[in-house]
């Protein structure tokens, strides 16, 4: 591990849908922060070690959501021309009031589809996306060569896939220092997709068929380490879940490693500490995905032991929600096991969990990104 502020191993925290503004991921960083030093060896700190930063791209979203907001004949339009089926469409305008406040439809559920859908709108986020990560790992790099490691929350594991892949792997930005750049130099140590959704959200890159994988060959995988999470009952994240077929997703010598470079991480439906399980920090809390990223960012299976994890974990269950869990999931679980296929019940999914997250428990997604 790092042994001066020099070398510390950066994280990049990407969030998902719904409004964030500036210093949106300090709740999340605070969450990880207090989990690694409850953790941590004796004399050791986060800070010590790793380096939080945040990538914003929800201005551009914006920007795209003032632009719409009082034309959304125009935008449905454009939605028809990239591919989107006029059934879709007409769902999706029963779905949503298409007024210019800040409803849990304007502020994610356009969000999700526009970026499913329009292929200008993608490039803008993945090259912003880009652009904030060399920016600093060019600054870093005046000291030292440094490590990194990248987090995609919701939506944004979907914009951290196509990001790593035009990168690494995809066609030219038309960017001087984003294009290409050389996977074995430069690629991410650890990809940590929280709340998995870029398999339903896949559009020009195959999620299955990419760069963004673990390989032995670093020009067939540009990341050591793929985690991905999900919350047994997180309707967004399990309705369609990202599930790969390990045998022609990973290569043999991948697959053999005793400290697995993939691992899918299933949070049990009853760790529940607050009623809006989708958000990155009730993910981060918990130490059944906490601690196999602090393995992983470290490179060392044993440095967290299988007992040790089940001594956090214990002590995690004494913030259960006891008195609420058997109402959370009559109210997710159908939610997550949808029988509307495809986006169109993915979206369903997305906006009946807001819907319950404001008139149940007073969380308005649109007001606060959910972090």
Avoid at 152 to 169: A, E, K, P, Y
Avoid at 240 to 258: E, G, H, Q, V
Avoid at 298 to 315: F, L, P, T, V
Wanted: one cysteine or more; a negative charge; aromatic letters at 10%.
């Amino acid at each position: 591990m790092a042994e001066s502020a020099s070398t510390k191993h950066i994280i990049f925290l990407v969030h998902g849908m719904g409004k964030h503004e500036d210093k949106w991921s300090e709740k999340p960083e605070k969450t990880l922060t207090s989990a690694y030093d409850a953790l941590k060896p004796e004399g050791t700190e986060f800070a010590d070690y790793f380096e939080v930063c945040e990538i914003t791209y929800d201005h551009i979203i914006d920007e795209w959501r003032q632009q719409n907001a009082n034309n959304m004949d125009a935008a449905f339009k454009v939605l028809g021309d990239q591919g989107a089926s006029s059934s879709f469409l007409s769902s999706l305008r029963k779905m949503g009031d298409a007024t210019t406040s800040d409803t849990f439809f304007n502020t994610h559920i356009i969000d999700v589809v526009f970026y499913r859908y329009i292929n200008q709108f993608q490039e803008l986020i993945r090259l912003e996306v880009a652009k904030q990560i060399v920016a600093k790992l060019d600054k870093s790099s005046q000291v030292v060569k440094r490590e990194w490691s990248i987090v995609g929350h919701s939506l944004g594991s979907i914009v951290v896939h196509d990001t790593l892949q035009r990168m690494f792997g995809g066609t030219s930005f038309g960017e001087v220092g984003v294009d290409r750049l050389n996977p074995g130099d430069l690629g991410p140590k650890v990809c940590l997709m929280v709340a998995n959704v870029s398999h339903v959200l896949s559009n020009d890159f195959d999620v299955y068929n990419s760069i963004v994988r673990p390989h032995t060959d670093p020009h067939q995988g540009a990341v050591e380490y793929y985690l991905s999470a999900r919350h047994e009952i997180d309707p967004i994240a399990s309705i369609f879940p990202f599930n790969p077929n390990i045998t022609s997703w990973l290569d043999p010598a991948t697959r053999s490693k005793p400290h697995e470079r993939y691992q899918n991480l299933v949070l049990p439906w009853d760790d529940i500490t607050n009623a809006n399980i989708h958000s990155l920090s009730h993910y981060f809390k918990n130490p059944r995905l906490h601690v196999p990223f602090f393995r992983a960012l470290i490179g060392d299976r044993d440095w967290i032991m299988d007992y040790e994890q089940d001594i956090a974990h214990e002590k995690y269950r004494g913030g259960v929600l006891a008195q609420e869990l058997v109402k959370l999931k009559a109210k997710f679980e159908p939610l997550a096991k949808g029988n509307i296929a495809g986006l169109k019940g993915f979206l369903k999914a997305c906006k009946a969990f807001g819907e319950i997250l404001k008139d149940d428990y007073q969380v308005d997604l649109s007001v606060k990104g959910g972090e």
